[in-house]
T-cell receptor, first 115, second 114 residues
Framework: SAVISQKPSRDICQRGTSLTIQCQVD?????MFWYRQQPGQSLTLIAT?????????ESGFVIDKFPISRPNLTFSTLTVSNMSPEDSSIYLC????????????FGPGTRLTVL | AQSVTQPDIHITVSEGASLELRCNYS??????LFWYVQSPGQGLQLLLK??????LVQGIKGFEAEFKRSQSSFNLRKPSVHWSDAAEYFC????????????FGSGTQLTVLP
């Protein structure tokens, strides 16, 4: 399975600011995913990021709030814009398996607290 | 659209006891099914998966799960729980042919008593 790292691991931010989360994979992958895990909740898919194309957002998530970049096959960023306390969550990136494309492997997550 | 139900929010077992975590799914075709574990402050680790074939699948850390189509279930089991198994467990379903439609259950928090 791929080794996935995320930066930062955690952050505390002020309302109205933006935070960019980085996701780095140790191998080339076609599809990367960004999830949100609100406190005490399960995971919700924010968007799917393919290299060289615009990210595909799930219902309830918009590009202005969660812009995503995917400049190459090993890296992606998610920005949480104009943050409010409701954005306090764990944000996780994941990648499809390279042997089996029907499974996903997850990074350690970024724990965000918005004051 | 697919959905996953984990009816048990929290389960407590004694170390050495057996464990079964329940998962029911809703999906029109044969689903791809997964169990993930999340330890405190960690990301998700894949325990096991079912795509096709043998309905009893073995995973890491001594876990196994059984796919029962008639009951739309994919319950996770372990014969003897260790204190290090305390974590949150998520069942997920994926649409056939693509992993991008992973849908997660609400999770089951496992507490292990010494």
């Amino acid at each position: 399975s791929a080794v996935i790292s995320q930066k930062p691991s955690r952050d505390i931010c002020q309302r109205g600011t933006s935070l960019t989360i980085q996701c780095q994979v140790d191998s080339q992958v076609t599809m990367m995913f960004w999830y949100r895990q609100q406190p005490g909740q399960s995971l919700t898919l924010i968007a799917t990021a393919n290299q060289g194309s615009e990210a595909t957002y799930e219902s309830g998530f918009v590009i202005d709030k969660f812009p995503i970049s995917r400049p190459n096959l090993t890296f992606s960023t998610l920005t949480v814009s104009n943050m409010s306390p409701e954005d306090s969550s764990i944000y996780l990136c994941s990648v499809e398996g390279t042997v089996s494309y029907n499974e996903q492997f997850f990074g350690p997550g970024t724990r965000l607290t918005v004051l | 659209a697919q959905s996953v139900t984990q009816p048990d929010i929290h389960i407590t077992v004694s170390e050495g006891a057996s464990l079964e975590l329940r998962c029911n799914y809703s999906y029109g075709a044969t689903p791809y099914l997964f169990w993930y574990v999340q330890s405190p402050g960690q990301g998700l680790q894949l325990l096991l998966k079912y795509f096709s074939g043998d309905t009893l699948v073995q995973g890491i850390k001594g876990f196994e799960a059984e796919f029962k189509r008639s009951q739309s279930s994919f319950n996770l089991r372990k014969p003897s729980v260790h204190w290090s198994d305390a974590a949150e467990y998520f069942c997920a379903v994926g649409a056939s042919g693509s992993a991008r439609q992973l849908t997660f259950g609400s999770g089951t928090q496992l507490t292990v008593l010494p």
